[in-house]
């Protein structure tokens, strides 16, 4: 299979880059070993403001009213879906299913959670209540929408790491995965600014943008 056409790549704001998230001309990211999140140009990474969370961002998302963010707090890392505006900080919203979710997305109207090990992505309403799950065959390691898409980092942690980009159109009613390339290293969030996406490579401490061959 083909790999990713990567842009750029360059060292994350702070260590272990962990959430990752666009809203156009700025990247939300977060730290999983410092438990800091910061806002920062998407052109330079150049930091623009660090926020102190009530918690550790696992994911990040915009959505049409603010941002919705996979929070872990506790001893036991349990997972709460937050909402976050600047200027009124944070709110939690709802616990995860079975306190436990990781990477976000949305589709314009509902917010999408995707389960690593189960390899499931959860639909919900504005109450919390899964509506939809679907099966990715995979584990996740992120998600983003492009165009009423729905693209997926899915494969394994296990033996070095092996994950690729896949599509699927969440209209079906049973959707059909379909992997497009090969991500050669080990990816953590995805994002996309309307041109090119966005991933973590955590353990290299950087972040990267890449294009997928058509």
Known sequence: MIQITEVS?????????QALACDGAHLWLSSRDLGTYYKADAATLEVAEEIDPPGLVWAAVLTDDAWRLTI??????DRYIYRYAPGEGFAKLFACPEFAGSYLSFDGSNLYLSRWYKGQIHRFDTAGEITRTIDIGAEICGQTFVDGMLYVLR???????SW???????????PAVTDLAVVP??????AFDGERFWTNHREAGEVVSFTVPQ
Request: neutral net charge.
């Open 164 to 174: 690729t980009i896949a599509r699927l159109d969440p209209r079906e009613e049973t």
């Open 155 to 161: 494969g394994t942690e296990q033996n070095g790491e």
């Open 9 to 17: 790549r360059r060292p994350a704001p702070a260590v272990t880059p």
């Open 72 to 77: 872990g707090k506790g001893l036991n890392d």
């Open 185 to 190: 290293f080990a990816c953590r969030s995805l």
